[in-house]
């Protein structure tokens, strides 16, 4: 019996490569103390992942706090509040059986839209 050569490869062989928009080409350095970085170690372990793979998660997975509201926002949240306070005063008197010019719907419309204003000003409309 003769041995027949094998047929010829057609490719490289090994391993496929990955979507080249997943390489992670870019590196951020980032200094820690000894006790930093033991921390950073124990939490890694404890999740079976790297230190690099648990910080990464954990600054992209975390949502971080609101950015400081700008004055200008604080001030007319200040004036919208007593806005509200006044078109609230008109809705009780309008639901106490008070004759008031204005309608009820248009009443509650304006308080609700004054409430979103309020919370879009301090950076909080909007959220989920």
Avoid: F, H
């Amino acid at each position: 019996m003769t041995a027949e050569a094998p047929p010829p490869r057609k490719g490289k062989g090994g391993r496929p490569k990955g979507d080249p928009a997943a390489v992670r080409a870019s590196t951020i350095g980032v200094r820690v103390s000894a006790d930093e970085y033991a921390a950073l170690r124990t939490k890694a372990e404890q999740m079976g992942m790297t230190p690099a793979q648990w910080l990464r998660e954990a600054a992209l997975s975390r949502r971080l706090p609101s950015p400081p509201v700008p004055p200008i926002n604080r001030e007319q949240y200040a004036e919208l509040a007593r806005l509200s306070a006044n078109l609230n005063q008109l809705a009780r008197l309008a639901n106490s059986g008070e004759p008031v010019t204005v309608a009820d719907a248009l009443l509650q419309r304006l308080a609700g839209e004054v409430g979103r204003l309020r919370l879009a000003l301090l950076g909080a409309g909007g959220r989920e």
